[in-house]
């Protein structure tokens, strides 16, 4: 599909990107990008909204500015002429992208699917993301009374906090909590089983939600990873390894290889052991 691009506001710390690939488009899609990306065109949710028939509108920051240098008046006005095109505006982001899909979905009553959101910035996680140490700029988050906010999120992670205090569990009209999720991966471990591309297709098409996004044990390539390793601990070996290679299936990393690595290692030694 050929996408036509155009900047339609940017200064040093922030960018706005217009993404059109579809003649009579009639669903904008608004993408916010996450902590450690830098400004550019295309990010997190434009493939979706290219594939789903949406347009898409992706704001990215300056690598750690946490969209602080982004006020909700400067997007108002530079997208002053886009919003009125299009019969429906959604706003989607994880992590950071999620809590800026919340906190700018004031400028146009939009409907607003957040994964994880956090804003690292915030006093609240001072401690916790040093490395991205930002003046918090920003007002609180305010909800527009027309707006429709789903919010997915590990209830035991850190982000639990920040979304009762900072968020507000009243402002949230679909929350989906999923446990043992955890805050980084949690895309793509809800893609791996494809509930995270149905719920998409399902919202930005306009379609009837026919299931919330969730996992079992066995499609969660961390918590796979976890069992095993503390099996490993226990010495069940036997045990550790098919949940590892299945991880591994699922996402390869290095700390999954790791431990298959000293699974088999031990299994091997168990097997050398005298009787």
């Known amino acids: 599909?050929?996408?036509?691009?155009?900047?339609?506001?940017?200064?040093?710390d922030y960018q706005i990107t217009l993404n059109q690939g579809h003649t009579e488009a009639t669903v904008l899609l608004v993408t916010f990008d996450y902590i450690g990306a830098d400004k550019k065109p295309r990010g997190f949710g434009t493939s979706q909204?290219?594939?789903?028939?949406?347009?898409?509108?992706?704001?990215?920051?300056?690598?750690?500015?946490?969209?602080?240098?982004?006020?909700?008046?400067?997007?108002?006005?530079?997208?002053?002429?886009?919003?009125?095109?299009?019969?429906?505006?959604?706003?989607?982001?994880?992590?950071?992208g999620g809590y800026a899909a919340l906190y700018f979905s004031w400028v146009?009553?939009?409907?607003?699917?957040?994964?994880?959101?956090?804003?690292?910035?915030?006093?609240m996680f001072s401690r916790l993301l040093?490395?991205?140490?930002q003046k918090f700029l920003h007002e609180p988050i305010q909800k527009s009374p027309d707006s429709f906010w789903t919010v997915l999120w590990d209830p035991e992670d850190h982000d639990n906090r920040f979304i009762e205090n900072f968020v507000g569990l009243k402002n949230i009209d679909?929350?989906?909590?999923?446990?043992?999720?955890?805050?980084?991966?949690?895309?793509?471990?809800?893609?791996?089983?494809?509930s995270l591309q149905r719920y998409?297709?399902?919202?930005?098409?306009?379609?009837?939600?026919?299931?919330?996004?969730?996992?079992?044990?066995?499609?969660?390539f961390?918590?796979?990873?976890?069992?095993?390793?503390?099996?490993?601990?226990l010495r069940?070996?036997?045990?550790?390894?098919?949940?590892l290679e299945k991880s591994i299936r699922l996402s390869d990393t290095p700390k999954a290889r790791n431990l298959l690595v000293a699974a088999q290692k031990g299994l091997a030694s168990d097997h050398r052991a005298p009787t």
Request: hydrophobic share 40%.
């Open 130 to 133: 040093t490395k991205y140490s």
């Open 1 to 12: 599909m050929d996408i036509q691009s155009s900047v339609v506001a940017e200064t040093a």
């Open 222 to 233: 961390i918590l796979l990873r976890k069992t095993a390793e503390n099996l490993i601990k």
């Open 200 to 220: 998409l297709v399902e919202w930005i098409t306009q379609r009837p939600i026919s299931a919330l996004p969730s996992f079992d044990e066995g499609s969660n």
């Open 49 to 96: 909204a290219m594939a789903n028939g949406a347009d898409n509108l992706h704001v990215s920051q300056r690598q750690g500015t946490s969209y602080q240098y982004l006020s909700r008046a400067a997007l108002a006005s530079a997208t002053r002429d886009i919003f009125p095109n299009y019969a429906r505006v959604l706003f989607f982001g994880h992590s950071l």
């Open 236 to 243: 069940k070996f036997r045990e550790a390894v098919p949940l």
């Open 174 to 194: 679909r929350d989906i909590r999923v446990q043992e999720l955890g805050h980084d991966n949690a895309p793509k471990i809800l893609t791996l089983n494809g």
């Open 108 to 123: 146009q009553n939009a409907e607003v699917f957040a994964i994880c959101p956090r804003c690292p910035a915030h006093p």
